[in-house]
């Protein structure tokens, strides 16, 4: 079973790490950067061939092997040479990694496509956090549709593991708030009031706990030693994403040993 069942779970990964890391650049240079003002923008971005983001030459189909074209391009773009971002890599090593660990931890095809599909709505929010400080309208929406997705699959419909889904999301989005309100959205912004709510949804009780410590813990440490400016305001947002992706693989490895509770 295992033979066949984590290659295709790998080869899938790869496949979602792949699209929605170039459904992430497309947003910023679609929706928020230089191609905004483009009619039908929306089609080109869900079904437009793959271009340079520098040269806008497009994408041969002997580059579009994930991973592999990366390596091989060493990194860079055919034509012009400029990079294509260490994050698309990180991105797409990640999704073939996290879909067999999901399955191997017993989370099952459905629950594991659910996951794996939050985590690419978290890959463009992490995008957009991280570029603009903002959360995409529409993203959110994905977001939510798959955390209800993936808390009903994971609670099987009982009432009693689902309210471990609602009252994170509950408890998330009324601390979020009141320190939104307290902060006067300075340094936090609505955007991540709302993704808490979605990522206590998705995660539940314990969990989100430590995607938000997790989150807020990276945000300091990024302003404080890496941006080393501390007036600016903390991307948030993207470190509880990172935060619930590495729940995730937390989890599975948790869940692979003999003494998982939860
Ligand atoms: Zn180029």
């Given at each position: 079973m295992g033979?066949?069942?984590?290659?295709?779970?790998?080869?899938?990964?790869?496949?979602?790490g792949s699209f929605y890391t170039a459904l992430a650049s497309r947003i910023l240079y679609f929706a928020y950067g230089p191609g905004r003002r483009i009619p039908d923008r929306w089609k080109t971005i869900l079904l437009g061939r793959s271009f340079c983001m520098h040269c806008q030459t497009p994408i041969e189909e002997r580059d579009l092997i994930p991973v592999l074209s990366f390596a091989l391009l060493r990194g860079r773009c055919r034509h012009c040479s400029e990079p294509l971002g260490w994050h698309t890599l990180a991105g797409e090593l990640f999704f073939g990694l996290l879909f067999p660990l999901l399955i191997l931890s017993g989370q099952g095809w459905p629950g594991s496509l659910y996951?794996?599909?939050?985590?690419?709505h978290?890959?463009?929010?992490?995008?957009?956090?991280?570029?603009?400080?903002l959360l995409d309208h529409e993203n959110a929406l994905f977001l939510l549709l798959w955390a209800v997705a993936f808390s009903l699959y994971d609670s099987a419909l009982d009432?009693?593991?689902?309210?471990r889904h609602g009252v994170a999301a509950g408890i998330?989005?009324?601390?979020?708030?009141?320190?939104?309100?307290?902060?006067?959205?300075?340094?936090?912004?609505?955007?991540?009031?709302?993704?808490?709510?979605?990522?206590?949804?998705?995660?539940?009780?314990?969990?989100t706990l430590f995607a938000i410590v997790f989150g807020a813990t990276a945000s300091v440490i990024y302003i404080v030693y890496i941006r080393r400016d501390r007036s600016q305001p903390a991307p948030l947002g993207a470190g509880m994403a990172l935060g619930v992706m590495l729940t995730l693989v937390v989890r599975a490895i948790y869940r692979m040993s003999d003494t998982a509770v939860w």
């Open positions: 033979f066949v069942a984590y290659p295709l779970a790998t080869a899938l990964g790869l496949v979602l996951a794996m599909l939050f985590c690419g978290l890959y463009i929010a992490i995008a957009t956090d991280y570029n603009l400080l009432p009693g593991l689902f309210a998330a989005l009324a601390l979020f708030l009141v320190l939104y309100v307290a902060a006067r959205g300075k340094g936090l912004g609505f955007g991540d009031v709302l993704l808490a709510g979605l990522i206590g949804l998705f995660l539940g009780i314990p969990w």
